[in-house]
């Protein structure tokens, strides 16, 4: 991941992909498939996805007939799968940090274009179920709109044209290989933010990459810097999980000083779909012990490159004796950074325990001391 803080070139106005940018489509259009392709007698693979990220409906149509090899034309195809389509579009969620991103800049008045390969029609309809978010786009541009969809550049161009911007003076936001393509064809900055993981390789040609809308650091490219961030941590919208404790990965994190209590990930698969990898913190109870600060990373480990995503919750207090098997209820109120590697296990211990200090001066603050008292924790 391209870490560099240097200043990038100045950008005064942004142009931000939708889907898998600003609103997670993928999942939708995964539930739609799964029960789609089994009227074909055929599996939905989520790996198909690395495939259809970023291309256009008519593109994405045409891999997943031929991939699947459907007895079926590809307008049979869309013809079929729009008006399923449709029928989900009001449960399509924002990603985290979509929507603070995009009143953030508006809220400053930073010019926002929308740039996506879907058509206009499409467009309006997904956001028109976010409030407020058409009235922070001053221009949209669909992929009927130009003669060329990503990776051309002509839906940036077209968006730059519109806002009577330079190329060179955008910054466009896109999770697709295509898209940042495209957004390099039309000479704008690019920050990639990848939808799917461990992908960062194939973003060479992107200025940044980062792992999620909560890394976007505006500063960096010249646009107003965000305010929420307290004490290096950024509050969160809460969340809560919860269940018995299970064995981990047994790599002798106790040994490390560093013991993980981790829960069975059946019991929280939504969430870990629906949260970006990184630290966060927050508080843990356990029944029959109390409520302690917590601090815990939710990822594939990079150091480890782990094959599955699991949270591994740090509860900062001293045990005399291990509690496998309790029932362990967590919030989750903020956030601190990205997963990242390390060059070596001693410099993975001592940023952990950077976050245990991070995580446990913010719990303190009223802002997130207040949870201490929720009552999923002991109910
Ligand atoms: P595993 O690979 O099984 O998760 P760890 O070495 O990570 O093993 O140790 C985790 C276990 O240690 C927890 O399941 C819990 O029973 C115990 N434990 C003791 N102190 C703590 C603590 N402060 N935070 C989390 N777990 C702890
Ligand atoms: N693992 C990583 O590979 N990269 C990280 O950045 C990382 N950060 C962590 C932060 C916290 C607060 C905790 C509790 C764990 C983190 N881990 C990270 C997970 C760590 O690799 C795992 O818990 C090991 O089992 C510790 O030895
Ligand atoms: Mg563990």
Same mark, same amino acid.
């Given at each position: 991941?391209?870490?560099?803080?240097?200043?990038?070139?100045?950008?005064?106005?942004?142009?931000?992909?939708?889907?898998?940018?600003?609103?997670?489509?993928?999942?939708?259009?995964?539930?739609?498939?799964?029960?789609?392709?089994?009227? $074909?007698?055929?599996?939905?693979?989520?790996?198909?996805?690395?495939?259809?990220?970023?291309?256009?409906?008519?593109?994405?149509?045409?891999?997943?007939?031929?991939?699947? &090899?459907?007895?079926?034309?590809?307008?049979?195809?869309?013809?079929?799968?729009?008006?399923?389509?449709?029928?989900?579009?009001?449960?399509?969620?924002?990603?985290?940090?979509?929507?603070?991103?995009?009143?953030?800049?508006?809220?400053?008045?930073?010019?926002?274009?929308?740039?996506?390969?879907?058509?206009?029609?499409?467009?309006?309809?997904?956001?028109? $179920?976010?409030?407020?978010?058409?009235?922070?786009?001053?221009?949209?541009?669909?992929?009927?709109?130009?003669?060329?969809?990503?990776?051309?550049?002509?839906?940036?161009?077209?968006?730059?044209?519109?806002?009577?911007?330079?190329?060179?003076?955008?910054?466009?936001?896109?999770?697709?290989?295509?898209?940042?393509?495209?957004?390099?064809?039309?000479?704008?900055?690019?920050?990639?933010?990848?939808?799917?993981?461990?992908?960062?390789?194939?973003?060479?040609?992107?200025?940044?990459?980062?792992?999620?809308?909560?890394?976007?650091?505006?500063?960096?490219?010249?646009?107003?810097?965000?305010?929420?961030?307290?004490?290096?941590?950024?509050?969160?919208?809460?969340?809560?999980? &919860?269940?018995?404790?299970?064995?981990?990965?047994?790599?002798?994190?106790?040994?490390?000083?560093?013991?993980?209590?981790?829960?069975?990930?059946?019991? $929280?698969?939504?969430?870990?779909?629906?949260?970006?990898?990184?630290?966060?913190?927050?508080?843990?109870?356990?029944?029959?012990?109390?409520?302690?600060?917590?601090?815990?990373?939710?990822?594939?480990?990079?150091?480890?490159?782990?094959?599955?995503?699991?949270?591994?919750?740090?509860?900062?207090?001293?045990?005399?004796?291990?509690?496998?098997?309790?029932?362990?209820?967590?919030?989750?109120?903020?956030?601190?950074?990205?997963?990242?590697?390390?060059?070596?296990?001693?410099?993975?211990?001592?940023?952990?325990?950077?976050?245990?200090?991070?995580?446990?001066?913010?719990?303190?603050?009223?802002? $997130?001391?207040?949870?201490?008292?929720?009552?999923?924790?002991?109910?």
């Amino acid at each position: 991941m391209s870490m560099s803080n240097s200043l990038k070139k100045l950008s005064s106005c942004v142009l931000l992909d939708l889907d898998g940018t600003l609103i997670n489509t993928d999942g939708v259009v995964g539930d739609i498939l799964k029960k789609y392709l089994c009227k $074909y007698g055929k599996q939905w693979d989520g790996r198909e996805s690395l495939k259809i990220v970023g291309k256009t409906p008519l593109e994405a149509a045409t891999t997943i007939v031929e991939d699947y &090899g459907l007895p079926c034309a590809v307008d049979e195809f869309n013809s079929e799968f729009y008006p399923l389509f449709s029928a989900q579009m009001d449960k399509i969620k924002s990603l985290p940090g979509a929507n603070r991103l995009i009143r953030h800049l508006k809220g400053h008045g930073v010019p926002m274009a929308l740039a996506s390969n879907s058509s206009r029609a499409n467009i309006e309809s997904k956001i028109s $179920y976010h409030e407020g978010w058409k009235e922070c786009f001053s221009v949209i541009v669909g992929r009927d709109e130009v003669s060329k969809g990503k990776p051309s550049p002509d839906i940036f161009l077209e968006a730059a044209r519109r806002l009577n911007k330079d190329p060179g003076d955008c910054l466009v936001i896109e999770d697709s290989v295509p898209g940042v393509m495209a957004a390099k064809a039309a000479g704008t900055q690019v920050i990639a933010v990848p939808s799917l993981p461990k992908q960062t390789h194939l973003y060479t040609s992107a200025d940044d990459v980062i792992n999620s809308l909560l890394d976007i650091r505006p500063e960096k490219w010249g646009l107003p810097p965000f305010q929420d961030w307290i004490e290096n941590t950024l509050p969160i919208d809460p969340w809560r999980i &919860g269940g018995p404790v299970i064995k981990g990965f047994g790599r002798g994190s106790k040994v490390l000083g560093i013991p993980t209590a981790n829960l069975s990930t059946k019991h $929280y698969a939504d969430e870990l779909v629906e949260h970006p990898s990184g630290v966060y913190f927050g508080w843990a109870g356990l029944a029959t012990r109390g409520v302690f600060k917590m601090v815990m990373s939710i990822g594939w480990n990079p150091y480890f490159n782990n094959t599955e995503k699991t949270i591994e919750p740090w509860l900062l207090h001293d045990f005399t004796e291990d509690f496998y098997g309790e029932e362990l209820r967590l919030i989750i109120v903020g956030y601190i950074r990205p997963e990242a590697n390390f060059p070596s296990l001693e410099s993975l211990v001592t940023k952990i325990h950077e976050d245990r200090e991070v995580a446990e001066k913010a719990l303190d603050l009223p802002l $997130y001391a207040k949870f201490k008292d929720d009552p999923s924790l002991t109910k």
